[in-house]
T-cell receptor, first 114, second 113 residues
Framework: AAGVIQSPRHLIKEKRETATLKCYPIPRHDTVYWYQQGPGQDPQFLIS???????DKGSIPDRFSAQQFSDYHSELNMSSLELGDSALYFC?????????????FGNGTRLTVT | AQSVSQHNHHVILSEAASLELGCNYSYGGTVNLFWYVQYPGQHLQLLLKYFSGDPLVKGIKGFEAEFIKSKFSFNLRKPSVQWSDTAEYFC???????????FGTGTRLQVFP
């Protein structure tokens, strides 16, 4: 069965550079969530989208932005990268109209800022 | 604000021991409850979930959890752990009709042979 696809798997950037992470949800899933998991930390909710509109916002820095496109894939854009942005970024998708639809997680993108 | 508490930060057990990991949440309304597991080097995987119905939920790999509404708890249990259960376990809550999945801080389980 198709899963949540994230690309790239690994990304190395330098301070002050920009990065774009992509998330492709499971087909027919209309909701995408982004999480950030720092080393040794629990996942922190960043932002979510439903039907291409931002639906909730968590602890996402102003340097980051995200959007969901017409095909429901989502991109997380990160600018002016800082060392502290090094983390595992994973997205999850679900089908909002189906109440029993659990979250399905991608494998994550590991971002290293040097 | 809603929150999820996992009181056991680090649990060390021998194989065949019984496991119970605590999870409490702070919200008086309807919630959906989850336990996720993260094996070393892997992404989060869903162990089990509770939406409604029987408060005793059975998940994969022999895990189960019991939703006790009066105690705002959703503790995870396994009668006999294995070395391969070594992982980090996250309890999570979605307040009904919201988007945000609120995670607990996680419990690191180490099982020794």
């Amino acid at each position: 069965a198709a899963g949540v696809i994230q690309s790239p798997r690994h990304l190395i950037k330098e301070k002050r550079e920009t990065a774009t992470l992509k998330c492709y949800p499971i087909p027919r899933h209309d909701t995408v969530y982004w999480y950030q998991q720092g080393p040794g930390q629990d996942p922190q909710f960043l932002i979510s989208f439903y039907e291409k509109m931002q639906s909730d916002k968590g602890s996402i820095p102003d340097r980051f932005s995200a959007q969901q496109f017409s095909d429901y894939h989502s991109e997380l854009n990160m600018s002016s990268l800082e060392l502290g942005d090094s983390a595992l970024y994973f997205c999850a998708s679900s089908q909002r109209q189906t109440r029993n639809s659990p979250l399905h997680f991608g494998n994550g993108t590991r971002l290293t800022v040097t | 604000a809603q929150s999820v508490s996992q009181h056991n930060h680090h649990v060390i057990l021998s194989e065949a021991a019984s496991l119970e990991l605590g999870c409490n949440y702070s919200y008086g309304g309807t919630v959906n409850l989850f336990w996720y597991v993260q094996y070393p080097g892997q992404h989060l995987q869903l162990l089990l979930k509770y939406f409604s119905g029987d408060p005793l939920v059975k998940g994969i790999k022999g895990f189960e959890a019991e939703f006790i509404k009066s105690k705002f708890s959703f503790n995870l249990r396994k009668p006999s752990v294995q070395w391969s259960d070594t992982a980090e376990y996250f309890c999570a809550v979605i307040v009904y009709n919201t988007d945000k999945l609120i995670f607990g801080t996680g419990t690191r389980l180490q099982v020794f042979p």
